[in-house]
């Protein structure tokens, strides 16, 4: 009997010394003892300064402290931060893989998780990845295809315009974070979709209940992505050999949020499941009275007018043919037409193996367009108008140009060439609060950064947030000066040229930079000139400074609120 006791006592000794020595991560934090970094806590590394203070705010003051590289362990997991702009951008060019970014994301499983595996966001398969970008993305950010779609844009925008007259009337306060939320899911289902959303109606109508469950979808996903969302996720972070038991448990016993997210998924995927039926079925009605059979090849003979680049043999054609024409004739035959990302989704080909793109596959492309379209863009644009609303000497450059160039009626390419001003505002409102604030890649082989050996398998972040508002980069780093990205002086050269290469990339770089770039900093310029052709806005009492939140993405903690003002000489015209 005392035996059995003391074999019992030694057994449960000997778990509680093996789960105090895994707490202190020894070999992990052994082999990478040689880089400087916050001290870590037992079990929890430093994850719960992460979170406490949002990624953007731990890496700014551990830069401060550590240096230009430096760890820190998100409980057993090692993350090197790569601060210095060259050497980051360096590893981004580099490393071709996004590592898993463990929010709740990572608990799916079966279909789910392989849906999520199939976006061009998320996907760990290098392939795949090439094929989804040239197949079904690059043709939707052309020149060409971005001209088609100003005027939706355009008309986009003039939605929010009626809202905020509204607003303006009734003498009342709005989150304009919201508002554009509002609108970008409203571009991306006429711009790449080719439906009406009806995500804003505008004026005084409502907008239907179907439209209002997709807005809060995509709110409810972002809203829950942080790590501690979820009572599954930490533990994944503290003891990574339990997430095979998680994904059980999540998947048994769903918490609330879990539960939530994925209801939003469910709403999100039954949208664009249905789009992509609808479409498939218009494209054989269309190829039926063609009489053609396959749409695909309709689809690679008609190169030019629609979806010319869904191969790369289409696209070298298409290119050859192209590069004879003048360059307003090349635009156009790159083109898509406006709303046809669907209709290239389900004609789209793998690169290599010339099959066509799943149903999973294509409706993982449309979903990750909704999220991404949505979310970034509307932060950027409420960043940016609060930056303007709290410099009104900045403000009132900006409506000298927009004035000068465009008083009134829709904005295209010609007039935003010649607004340089509103350019640079965008730019200086990105470099202050970039809605990506962080990049994440894995380091799939050994590299050398600044001295350091950051070994195989590390996460590494680049600190897009931090390196953007770096002193040392940047004078005055937390000013909003958009006179910075403004040539001036003998030579030409916008202040802001002289920062490293690095210093600005809040769409990221490489192989997995931002690919939804050009058609957000489009959508973003049309909708800051049209904007400010009709109004002013004033910040909210309680607005400055401005409380921000990083779980994954930065955005406004609780929104921008502003009071939309009348141009005066609107006043009496309206
Ligand atoms: C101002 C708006 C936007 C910002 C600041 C932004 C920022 C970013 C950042 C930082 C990344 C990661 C880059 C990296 O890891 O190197 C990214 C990736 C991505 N973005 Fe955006 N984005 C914006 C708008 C959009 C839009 C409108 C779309 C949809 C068309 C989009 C689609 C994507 C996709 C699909 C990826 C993953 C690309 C890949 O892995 O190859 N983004 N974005």
Redesign the pocket.
Known sequence: MESSVAFVVLILLSAAVAVVVYGFNPLTRWRYRKLPGPPPQWLFGNLREVIKKGNHAAYTDWHRSYGPVFKLFLGQQPVVVVHDPEAARAI?LRSPV?HEIRGPASLLTGKEAQFNQAG??STHNRDL?RSL?SAA?LPVVTSGSLDAVTGLMNEGVERLCDTLARVNKEGRDINIWRQFGHMTMDVVGTSAFGVDLHTQEGGGRRNSAEAEALINAAQTIFGLGGVTSCPYVPPVFLAPFTRPLMRVLAHCFPDRSLREVMAARQVLRGTVEDLIRKTREQEARASAANGKSDGAASHAKGAGAHGGSVSNGAAASAGKEAAAETAAARKRARAIKPGSFLSLLVNARHVDSGEPLSELEAAAQAF??LL??YE??AS?LAFTVYCIAANPDKCEKLLQEVDAVARGGPVGHAELERMPYLEACLKEG?RLY???PF??REATEDMEVRGHVIPRGAWVHVPMYSIQRDPEVWPEPEAFEPERWIPAGAEKRAPADAAPHGAWM????????????R??KQE?HITLARLFQRFTFELSPGQVPLAIKSPFTLAPRDGVFVRPVLREHLRTEE
């Open positions: 981004l996004r061009l966001f990845h970008k993305w990750t367009f991404a379209g970034t863009t950027a990105l970039p809605p990506g990049a994440v809040p769409f990221g770089d490489g192989t997995r930079s931002c690919i939804g770039m058609f957000a973003a």
